[in-house]
């Protein structure tokens, strides 16, 4: 069996049997939000190291589907926030198709979270307000990164970095073509590992009156 076969073998071999607990109808808060909530409050007594890293799926107008980590930085009743350059291949993609998933996977509790969504710009306000919470390195990296395109080398990189370093020497202001997403949820799935594979998923769906049905999914 060569070495490749061999890889697919071993990788066909992994399983886990998960009984970390179970998911049921009745321990689902009424809107898919406040249950985040709670979800996350397990994720960070759990120690889980960033528990707001998030998947962000995008899709672009030739149909292509791309997917990134990022990091979640705000939730409420509108919906989940996250930060980025807006010239990135995201932005890029959310500027001509605004749907997009978001994906939170807990493996260490057994859990994930799917987000479905739209997004759209967070205003200039609250873009400026948590750029100013970030620490100086990175406030000087989005000036220095012009995300997802082509960089000659590491040094060329670097040097970038130095002249932002050079050029704002005091307070660093926000980048033009920096900024932020708002994603509003119209459906979201909580997703609990059980044993036999038969895992617990209960989706919240947005209806027309702004309300939420809830259903439960076959794993």
Not at 38 to 66: C, H, I, Q, Y
Not at 173 to 202: C, K, M, N, S
């Amino acid at each position: 069996m060569g070495a490749d076969n061999q890889d697919v073998h071993d990788l066909a071999a992994l399983r886990h049997d998960y009984a970390a607990g179970g998911l049921d109808e009745a321990d689902l808060a009424a809107d898919p939000v406040t249950m985040f909530q709670r979800w996350f409050a397990d994720a960070r007594a759990g120690g889980l190291r960033e528990p707001n890293a998030m998947v962000v799926s995008t899709v672009s107008s030739d149909l292509r589907p791309s997917s990134r980590t990022v990091l979640l930085k705000g939730i409420g009743p509108d919906g989940f926030r996250f930060f980025t350059n807006l010239g990135s291949r995201k932005g890029a993609e959310l500027a001509t198709n605004h749907h997009c998933a978001l994906l939170f996977p807990w493996h260490d509790l057994e859990r994930q979270v799917r987000v479905e969504g739209t997004a759209t710009l967070i205003s200039r306000d609250d873009v400026g307000a948590y750029f100013a919470s970030r620490p100086r390195g990175s406030q000087l990296g989005a000036w220095a990164s012009s995300q997802s395109q082509q960089v000659a080398d590491r040094a060329a990189l670097e040097s970038s970095y130095d002249e932002a370093e050079r050029r704002f020497p005091d307070e660093v202001p926000v980048p033009e073509g920096w900024g932020g997403y708002l994603v509003r949820p119209d459906v979201v799935e909580f997703w609990q590992g059980r044993t036999g594979r038969l895992h617990d998923r209960l989706v919240y769906r947005r209806t027309a009156d702004a309300g939420w049905n809830i259903t439960r999914l076959a794993p």
